[in-house]
């Protein structure tokens, strides 16, 4: 008689779960626990094989999927000869295909019909209901909907299987209600939108380059892109080169940050704005931008982030060299201006922005920021009568002051701004911010100057932490720079060679203050060599240095680097792939905040906010694809209050009624 089970060629152990493995040795079976050996089964019939697996699942609490695996089933065959030993006992095992009795051993009636078959039909009608009762948060049966064309992500279905990343849905319940993403992305970029997914993922796994993919179990990490199987590495890149050759993140930005806006998803009446230094370490001459941390100028781009009050991204762009903040306000004011009512936001910003000739090209803006060269002792100076009521912010306290005052360049131009003195009564230091704005009172633009580090700086700082900021999947730098202005070499010389006869200058001054003048006894001026040399060189350097002065101010300071013999010509940094990380980051970033306010509701204490949160999108669980549905089940956290505030989190999600592009709906439980 032949083998019911393919023969283990290998003659090893399979592990089926809960510590227990079978050898499989002709149509013998071997069960081992921990390794050691247990018993024997000899298979005779297909009624000792259904016996045996119904054994091992109900008695052993092996895992059904390993079982089916292992001995060559279908989960579906498993799963009915389980319900069938539940309802009629061994007895029911026995197949009623035909009439009679089986093997003679077993003194029972065959009952006629194929109960196998009816089991299976029942199975197949009452697939949802019972999904529904095995369930511990309740959630409304799908609506139908018309059929609609296959998607890739999410088409396929799927028995509930382990995965390390299940948490990580909590993400998809939030873009999917939120921004209704997957939509626009495939609306976009078609078949392309995996490579969207996978950034978006990887942010929110915290996997910091595509190099690192290679870490993480790829079944699972496709289970949540809605994939059977993560691509390999090399058909993964040729995949993102694809996407980027498209040219298609401006359009995807853009339609994000409308669609944020027109939907009122951020805060838009006071914006945060600041820089971002992107180094660069390559060969490639690029255009330099300020690195503030080492304070000084590095190869590199500017990404400028715009942040609401609640610290969410509502805008970003990516400019060579050290940018243009200025434009990006003035633009922003007036696309944002339409959302507020024809009234542009108020920019809180650094002293990056500081100038008569700057705060005169945003007249048409409001904007507040810190002023520069403070005189202290004026405001020391001030009656601390003047100054207004205390108020707290950040555990410390502060008054403030209001005046205002023309401020003038050398040109003669000028600008009349408001002047708020903020006294700070901790340190005893007194600040100035100054802002064009007709709306705010005192008070409320010194609290958004004040806000402006934990708004702007901290999310920097915690973005950082949460992700790799600095990343770009595909660095490409071919194309020249339209902006290829340096300084003229011919004026650095100039320069240095001035600074130079100053220098000499000055010490030949301070060398004729030591040879005072000295008078002979008939009072005559007595003659020094030494003096008299020095008074010639003076008048020498003099002149010199008129005679450079002259040249300087007829010598143009910046020059086009391509006139300049030996001089190379900048590159770009191409944006394209930044742009398509950065994107998918500020889903994550802006979908992490509301999954924290959401989250708030069900704690009673607010340290406990971010950490909570955390371990449950990091939890792991098991993840079943349906015809109608995806559904997660996840690990229950340990702590009694914080398992209490996962249950409701996914109660809350379920209510969204959450659908991918598909149609499926998509469901969360707890263990």
Not at 136 to 163: A, L, M, S, V
Not at 164 to 181: C, D, E, N, T
């Amino acid at each position: 008689m032949n083998t019911l089970f393919k023969v283990d060629k290998d003659n090893m152990i399979i592990q089926i779960g809960n510590g227990f493995g079978i050898k499989i040795i002709e149509n013998k079976v071997n069960i081992y626990r921990n390794g050691l050996w247990l018993k024997e089964i000899e298979i005779k019939s297909g009624l000792d094989k259904r016996v045996l697996v119904v054994d091992l699942v109900e008695k052993f609490g092996v895992s059904k999927m390993k079982l089916s695996k292992a001995l060559s089933i279908s989960r579906t065959s498993i799963d009915t000869w389980v319900k069938v030993y539940r309802q009629k006992g061994a007895e029911g095992l026995v197949n009623s295909s035909k009439k009679g009795v089986g093997r003679k051993k077993m003194s029972v009636v065959r009952p006629e019909g194929n109960k196998f078959e009816e089991i299976g039909q029942d199975n197949k009608r009452q697939r949802l209901l019972l999904e529904k009762q095995n369930l511990k948060i309740q959630f409304p049966e799908p609506e139908p909907t018309q059929e609609t064309e296959k998607q890739e992500h999410f088409n396929h279905e799927q028995e509930y299987r382990e995965n390390r990343y299940a948490g990580s849905f909590l993400y998809w319940a939030v873009i999917q209600h939120q921004f209704k993403f997957m939509q626009s992305v495939e609306f976009i970029f078609g078949g392309y939108s995996t490579v969207i997914y996978l950034f978006v993922m990887m942010h929110v796994n915290r996997i910091s380059s595509i190099e690192q993919i290679k870490t993480v179990f790829k079944k699972e990490f496709g289970c949540l892109l809605g994939l059977h199987k993560l691509f390999s590495i090399p058909n993964l890149w040729k995949m993102i080169h694809e996407a980027v050759a498209l040219k298609k993140s401006p359009a995807l930005r853009k339609h994000f940050f409308y669609y944020q806006m027109r939907k009122g998803l951020v805060s838009l009446w006071y914006l945060f704005i600041d820089g971002h230094f992107i180094p660069y370490t390559g060969k490639e001459k690029v255009h330099k931008n300020f690195h503030t941390q080492r304070a000084m100028m590095e190869p590199g781009q500017n990404e400028i982030f715009i942040h609401d009050i609640q610290g969410r991204i509502v805008y970003f762009d990516l400019q060579e060299g050290k940018g243009n903040m200025l434009e990006v306000i003035k633009e922003q004011s007036k696309t944002i201006a339409p959302y507020l009512g024809n009234e542009p936001p108020l920019f809180v910003a650094d002293k990056e922005i500081w100038g008569v000739d700057k705060f005169l090209s945003l007249q048409d803006c409001r904007f507040i920021t810190w002023e520069k060269n403070t005189n202290v002792e004026e405001t020391k100076s001030i009656d601390a009568g003047l100054f207004s009521e205390p108020f707290e912010l950040n555990n410390t306290e502060y008054q403030v002051y209001e005046t205002s005052k023309v401020y003038k360049n050398i040109k003669g131009s000028k600008i009349k701004l408001r002047r708020i003195i903020i006294w700070n009564k901790k340190t005893g230091k007194r600040p100035v911010a100054v802002a064009l704005d007709e709306y705010e009172d005192t008070l409320t633009l010194a609290k958004a100057m004040l806000n402006r580090w934990g708004k702007s700086e901290n999310s920097f700082k915690h973005m950082g932490n949460r992700t790799k900021m600095h990343y770009n999947p595909v660095i490409e730098i071919s194309r020249d720079s339209q902006n290829q202005e340096i300084i003229n070499p011919q004026f650095i010389k100039l320069d240095k060679e001035l600074s130079k006869l100053k220098h000499q200058l000055s010490k030949t001054e301070r060398n004729i203050g030591q040879k005072p003048i000295t008078q002979k006894k008939d009072g005559s001026i007595r003659k020094n060599q030494s003096r008299d040399y020095l008074l010639e060189q003076q008048n020498k350097l003099q002149s010199q240095i008129q005679e450079i002065k002259a040249k300087l101010e007829k010598c143009p300071q910046r020059v086009d680097s391509s006139g300049v013999e030996g001089k190379r010509q900048f590159k770009v940094i191409e944006t394209e792939a930044k742009n398509l990380w950065d994107i998918s980051e500020t889903i994550m970033w802006n979908s992490r905040k509301y999954l924290s306010k959401l989250l708030e509701e069900y704690l009673p204490n607010k340290r406990d906010l971010l950490p909570v949160l955390d371990a449950i999108t990091s939890s792991k669980g098991k993840v079943k694809i349906t015809k109608d549905a995806v559904i997660v089940v996840l690990e229950a956290l340990e702590r009694k209050q914080f398992y209490q505030a996962q249950l409701q989190l996914c109660r809350k999600l379920n209510q969204m009624n959450v659908r991918f592009s598909n149609q499926k709906i998509l469901f969360f439980d707890v263990e």
